[in-house]
């Protein structure tokens, strides 16, 4: 099995290559189901294909049901209170934000726009009507993004593919 001398009870499974005497043999293992998350929408939540905000949100929401929350009041690195929201940037290894004095200690920093941390914190907090209220201009909602990608990319080991086809209206 794989090149590999079998062992009674061994398990052979999907992808296995499987040798007698030197000579491939032929069977047939269906393959592992998919792995899908889903996400049960709370009443009153609202959900929108159009609106990067919900889907930041979306995202921001799957990462903290996945156990990965952003540390977004101290630094990682020095573990001062982060009053100010200037300068900031978010380090996926780290797990939340660095100061703009730790920043050049940190390889792997995304800077973040102030307007993305004040969002980050909000939805963090639960407060999807107050999240949205804010006004977020194109090149925060893509800055979110890209920190939301990249962290995602970290945490769960893989890029996800985006969900604004897999469901048509």
Do not use: M
Request: hydrophobic share 40%; with cysteine; net charge positive.
């Amino acid at each position: 099995v794989n090149n590999e001398p079998a062992h009674i009870g061994q398990r052979v499974q999907f992808g296995d290559q499987v040798k007698v005497n030197g000579k491939p043999i032929r069977y047939r293992i269906d393959p592992p189901p998919a792995r899908v998350i889903a996400y049960h929408k709370p009443v009153g939540e609202v959900v929108s294909h159009d609106d990067p905000r919900l889907l930041r949100t979306f995202e921001i929401r799957l990462l903290r049901i996945a156990g990965y929350l952003l540390e977004l009041y101290r630094c990682l690195v020095c573990r001062t209170a982060l009053r100010q929201t200037d300068g900031l940037a978010v380090s996926p290894s780290r797990g939340g934000l660095v100061c703009p004095n730790c920043r050049p200690r940190v390889q792997d920093s995304l800077a973040i726009a102030s307007e993305s941390v004040k969002y980050l914190r909000l939805v963090l907090q639960g407060a999807l009507r107050e999240s949205l209220a804010i006004p977020l201009a194109p090149p925060h909602i893509g800055d979110l993004e890209e920190v939301l990608k990249v962290c995602t990319a970290y945490f769960l080991g893989k890029n996800l593919r985006p969900l604004t086809h897999a469901f048509p209206i």
